[in-house]
């Protein structure tokens, strides 16, 4: 039986009731390493530990495999880890791509777009096991606490949440490192390596230390794990072919590949040449603004090939309406409301305006630059002679006068009564 919403967000971890089990969100972090103890001193519950893996790269295999025996060192009573990578790029990061959604004009939502997916794992599970709750590791001021707690509202209402940031006296990263250190706990983390990250298949995003001052310049050298800076980068410009169905990726250099061995050589390609490297001040849904570094080589590759695509095969009206319900699709996603009737409307416009994006897009990768090399559809609405400068038979060049005409004919009428007025203003006075 679940407990009560209300009870549990009005306890400290003062005078916490005791739970049977409580589902955590465990990604193996410094916050989630802390959470496993503190639960179990404050609520004397049994822990799940429950992570979802979303997608690594090579570089961050070797944490997935020390996640085990990690928590159970501090106190969890089961681990289980989720393999979802190809439901994360199939259900999640395709239906952003295919909207163009990208929040504040650069952000391309690598972490936004996991959280429900996450979210709906710890329910699954919560449910498995009769838990009491869902408990996660996002701090008050953040966004990810929105976007759990949302999609856990959507997916099992009568659940209840546990948001230690929101109860508990740690108040920094170093207080957390501390509270592992006088219990002899494992420390996922060094006090100079603090930075906050967030990885999965699609981005690596990176908080605090030096970027907590928006004056401060990021320190690539140390900071950067998926990509090569622009200046590291390789002097030999890499030059691949992408070809999409439907909206969709389906093979790089024709060859076709699964969603996830395509966007992994994609990061692979694109991060040695400096693609995807994002430093931004980002408004966050609480309302305050936060910085971030974000690394997102192959997802920056496939949303630019994508755009390419569409600029060649959608009207111009349904282009202009796509590009305006693609920032609310972005702020849905960002806000966490992936699971509303909202965002499944959207896409069903969506999906209609992918029908005819289907071709091949051809980009030239150089130190952080994604320089066009050509594309070809087979519903491009590119017509030659009509974009020739020389006359034909579809296009006769005084056509245009009748159209401008009309075009300009309130602007005209405005303009006439606007002169009309001046002079009766000055005849009068």
């Not at 822990?47 to 495999?65: F, N, P, Q």
């Not at 707690?149 to 948001?163: F, R, T, V, Y």
């Not at 496939?302 to 095969?313: G, N, R, T, V």
Request: with cysteine; net charge negative.
């Amino acid at each position: 039986m679940a407990a009560d919403q209300g009870a549990l967000s009005s306890m400290s971890n003062l005078n916490s009731p005791k739970l049977n089990t409580i589902v955590l969100a465990y990604s193996g972090g410094l916050d989630t390493t802390v959470i496993i103890p503190w639960l179990k001193e404050n609520y004397g519950s049994k822990v799940i530990a429950v992570c979802v893996d979303v997608g690594v790269d090579a570089g961050t295999a070797e944490e997935i495999s020390v996640l085990e025996k990690r928590a159970k060192a501090c106190g969890a009573d089961e681990v289980i880890i989720e393999q979802v990578q190809e439901e994360f790029v199939s259900d999640f990061i395709y239906p952003c791509l295919k909207a163009g959604a990208v929040y504040e004009g650069q952000y391309l939502l690598g972490t936004a777009m996991a959280r429900p997916l996450i979210a709906s794992v710890l329910v699954k599970y919560a449910k498995q096991y009769d838990a009491d709750a869902i408990c996660h590791g996002a701090t008050g001021k953040g966004n990810d606490q929105v976007r759990f707690e949302l999609s856990i509202k959507a997916l099992a209402p009568d659940l209840a949440i546990i948001a230690p940031w929101r109860l508990w006296h740690i108040q920094s990263r170093e207080d957390a490192i501390a509270y592992l250190e006088e219990r002899n706990l494992p420390i996922p983390s060094k006090r100079d390596e603090s930075y906050s990250r967030d990885n999965n298949l699609w981005h690596l995003s990176h908080e605090g230390l030096e970027l907590e001052d928006p004056a401060n310049a990021p320190e690539y050298e140390r900071l950067l794990q998926r990509s090569r800076s622009p200046f590291t980068a390789s002097d030999t410009p890499a030059i691949i072919e992408l070809s999409f169905e439907k909206g969709l990726p389906v093979s790089l250099d024709g060859k076709k590949l699964s969603p996830v061995a395509l966007l992994q050589k994609l990061n692979e390609i694109g991060g040695a040449n400096g693609i995807g490297i994002l430093d931004m001040v980002e408004n966050r849904v609480v309302g305050l603004k936060a910085r971030g570094v974000y690394e997102t080589p192959g997802g920056s590759i496939l949303y630019k090939a994508h755009d390419m695509l569409e600029q060649l095969c959608l009207d111009r009206k349904t282009l202009s309406i796509k590009h305006k319900l693609a920032i609310d699709y972005a702020h849905l996603v960002y806000t966490g409301e992936w699971f509303t009737p909202a965002r499944q409307a959207l896409d069903a416009f969506i999906d209609v305006t992918q029908q005819t994006v289907t071709g091949t897009v051809s980009l030239m990768l150089y130190k952080g630059n994604m320089i066009p090399q050509g594309m070809k559809s087979p519903y491009s609405l590119y017509d030659a002679e009509l974009a020739s400068f020389t006359t034909g038979a579809l296009y006769q060049h005084q056509d245009a006068q009748g159209f401008i005409t009309l075009t300009g004919l309130p602007m005209q009428v405005r303009a006439r009564m606007m002169a009309k007025q001046a002079a009766a203003d000055e005849a009068s006075g």
